[in-house]
């Protein structure tokens, strides 16, 4: 069992930036694909982005190509995403998750371990 704890969301203008925080806890010594989805209320879980199990390839939704960037630590253990040029669209719910997959996936479904979610708002 793994357990995601999310952090570093907050209110930021237009413009601005965040970083979230995925900590990873429990058993963490296989490496996982990370990924990071958002979900709005009312509106289905959206993949942001893909980081996978042996960090070569990241994988962006196309709404936040080039201002969002996927990383992690060399333990492994925690994950980021850096979120800049922040949109007011992008206020929603992130969540990180990891899985065991190996290829490339946008799928929930694809995804074994999620945290509680953290709340990103960007004001206009």
């Known amino acids: 069992q793994v357990q995601l704890v999310e952090s570093g969301g907050g209110l930021v203008q237009a413009g601005g930036s965040l970083r979230l925080s995925c900590a990873a806890s429990g058993h963490t010594s296989t490496t996982y694909t990370m990924g990071w989805f958002r979900q709005a209320p009312g509106k289905e879980r959206e993949f942001v982005a893909q980081?996978?199990?042996?960090?070569?390839?990241?994988y962006y939704a196309e709404s936040v190509k080039g201002r969002f960037t996927i990383s992690r630590d060399n333990a492994k253990t925690t994950g980021y995403l850096q979120m800049n040029s922040l949109k007011p669209e992008d206020t929603t719910v992130y969540y990180c998750?990891?899985?065991?997959?190996?290829?490339?996936?946008?799928?929930?479904?694809?995804?074994?371990?999620w945290g509680q979610g953290t709340q990103v708002t960007v004001s206009s």
């Open positions: 980081l996978t199990r042996g960090g070569d390839f990241r």
């Open positions: 998750a990891f899985g065991t997959i190996y290829h490339r996936s946008s799928s929930e479904a694809d995804y074994d371990y």
